[in-house]
């Protein structure tokens, strides 16, 4: 007979099958606006750059009013009840901080695009859209007990950007790398740089024609409307992933 937990971790396991299977946002521009080389190497560098400028300068911007503390208190409260009666109805309420993050920071990501887009900017929104992302992620992190700013934690972080957002022929490698940090028995070498790397062609990848036309003015709305389908998809694959681990740890 299933408990209440093993249903759950089912449904977590359906949930993040499909997020993987929907196309990556942007690719159905692919193929339809011919995208210069010269536009495909300066959009990776750009999301490199940006997870630099971001991660490494900005980090403490993306923290102001972040209420850390509050979510914690939240989630240590969920889990008690959780642990005191494992039912349905407990477990899901410890997801319930996460779904509401992802609701609020999708039409931050959606204004954001859109409104950059009409104007005709594409590049510089790079940063300003992975700032929304990680805070996003970090959120969802915290919704679940997980302190994201550990060197393993922030590898595994970056590891699920990159799987979320990886084309389907580079999503293998972008899976077990994810298994990787999530399995490993004992501390593993961490290069927190290749990781940035990695996220970074990723997601140039994924919403290459939709930035590209982005910064065309006016016709770039329908670029920058492309944010909130790739948030959808990062944060949504993130809070299965943390949603899992949290049902694992209470087997």
């Known amino acids: 007979m299933q408990t209440p ?24 521009l692919a193929g339809k606006i011919p995208v210069p080389d010269r536009a495909r190497q ?25 209420d850390t503390d509050g979510l914690r208190v939240a989630f240590a409260a969920q889990d008690r009840q959780a642990m005191a009666r494992m039912n349905s109805k407990n477990l899901r309420a410890v997801g319930a901080q996460a779904r509401r993050v992802r609701r609020r920071g999708a039409g931050v990501a959606l204004a954001e695009g859109v409104g950059l ?16 992302v990680l805070r996003g992620v ?5 919704s679940y007990g997980i302190d994201y700013r550990t060197p393993a934690e922030r590898a595994y972080l970056l590891a699920l950007i990159d799987c979320a957002a990886a084309p389907d022929a580079d999503k293998q490698r972008a899976l077990d790398q994810t ?9 593993i070498p961490i290069d927190e740089q290749a990781l940035r790397r990695r996220a970074a062609e990723s997601l140039a990848e994924g919403m290459l024609t939709a930035k590209f036309v982005q910064g ?28 899992k681990r949290y049902l694992w740890s209470k087997s």
């Open 216 to 243: 065309l003015p006016l016709v770039g709305a329908a670029g920058g409307a492309y944010n909130l389908p790739l948030y959808r998809r990062i944060t949504g694959y993130a809070e299965t992933q943390y949603r």
């Open 42 to 66: 300066a959009l990776t560098a750009a999301f490199v750059k940006a997870f630099e400028v971001v991660l490494d300068k900005g980090d403490g911007l993306i923290h102001k009013g972040l």
């Open 117 to 132: 887009g009409l104007v005709g900017v594409g590049l510089p929104d790079i940063p300003l859209f992975l700032g929304v």
């Open 138 to 142: 970090y959120q969802i992190a915290l």
């Open 5 to 28: 937990r093993d249903r759950m971790l089912r449904r977590a396991e359906r949930q993040q099958a499909r997020y993987l299977r929907r196309p990556v946002a942007g690719s159905r």
């Open 179 to 187: 298994a990787r940090y999530l399995y490993a028995g004992a501390p």
